[in-house]
């Protein structure tokens, strides 16, 4: 099976009340901890590049281990572009193979923002096969790679745009700003209420009112939610028994994020969280075995934590096991 866009997939996660993982990747333990996991569970998934990744490994790197993830695995899977800044990069990706692109402008001035969107939505559409495109309104606080966003300077979506925009845009998914932010580090104490018996930081509950005038504005329309991890504390408590110094790192409580999924929440973005499993991974072994120098004995273990939270979030966040 080639690679594929998103289409038949969020067609089928909309209407199954599901969604599905799109999972951040730059090396190839992470391209192989997510595709086994999804194997494994019989899960569709979407493996994405940001600029940084591109940077990092190397455009041509990336596409071949996705191809050969493909291969491997026979599954359905999808190479998205997280985050592209301007035309220049999603044509680039189009023509390299992408199945899927995401146009943001979100941070423009709405007619702008409409104009980009528009532009990469012809020339994405107009490609033989159809490539999927997903645009964004609202902005997320936060940082990933180069995208970032002060604490305080990031605003929720405005459900009077989205009909305008996607009719205008003819985008195919349409990301939104309800609450979730970038990074592991996505909310200011003050914002949070620290849970008296376990000291962790509770964040503000997302804003399922505007997920929901959204979808009923758009009835059908896959959404995107961005930022999703959940900085789960298993792999936080690994690394900080381990050397590791996080402290008050915060995420989206996975119950909030399955509720997502039965909604019209078609796609959810995790970065963060499978960091934080790899870095588990490697300190964790580099303290048990002081004496180990092979970048596959500690890699490897960081891969198998990496898998194992795939797993967990397909299985319990996304709903999106045996869907194939
Ligand atoms: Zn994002």
């Known amino acids: 099976m080639p690679l594929v866009n998103s289409k038949e997939m969020f067609e089928k996660a909309y209407n199954g009340g599901y969604a599905i993982g799109a999972f ?8 192989q ?21 591109r940077k990092y490994a190397k455009p041509v790197y990336l596409k071949k281990m996705v191809e050969a993830a493909v291969e491997d695995t026979n599954l359905p899977i999808v190479l998205h572009l997280d985050h592209g800044a301007d035309f220049e990069i999603c044509k680039d990706c189009i023509d ?27 020339y994405a559409h107009a490609h033989v096969p159809y490539v999927t495109v997903e645009a964004e309104l609202g902005t997320l606080a936060g940082i990933e790679d180069e995208v970032k966003v002060e604490h305080g300077a990031e605003s929720y979506t405005r459900p009077e745009d989205v009909e305008e925009f996607v009719r205008r845009t003819g985008c ?40 929901e005038e959204v979808s009923k504005r758009l009835p059908g329309f896959p959404i995107v939610l961005h930022g999703s991890s959940s ?29 997502a999924a039965r909604l019209a929440v078609c796609k ?54 045996d869907k194939i």
């Open 24 to 31: 951040n990747c730059n090396n190839m333990e992470i391209v």
């Open 33 to 53: 901890a997510i595709t086994e996991a999804a194997k494994e569970c019989n899960s569709p998934v979407i493996l994405q590049v940001s600029a940084g990744a």
């Open 268 to 321: 959810i973005n995790i970065d963060s969280d499978l960091r934080l499993a790899m870095t588990a991974g490697i300190r964790e072994h580099m303290r048990a075995h002081p004496d180990h120098f092979d970048p596959r004995q500690y890699v490897g273990d960081g891969r198998a934590y990496v898998k194992q939270l795939v797993k967990h979030k397909i299985v319990d966040v996304l709903g999106s096991n």
């Open 96 to 122: 390299g193979g992408f199945t899927s692109v995401m146009i943001d402008c979100s941070s423009k001035p709405f007619e702008e923002n409409i104009a980009i969107t528009k532009k990469v939505c012809e």
């Open 172 to 211: 195919d998914s349409l990301a939104i700003a309800i609450g979730t932010s970038h990074g592991a580090y996505k909310f200011k104490p003050e914002q949070c209420t620290r849970d008296p018996e376990t000291g962790i930081l509770l964040p503000p509950p997302l804003r399922f009112d505007i997920l």
């Open 231 to 259: 900085v789960n504390q298993e792999f936080v408590k690994i690394i900080n028994d381990n050397g590791g110094a996080l402290k008050d790192a915060v995420g989206v409580p996975e119950a909030q994020l399955r509720q």
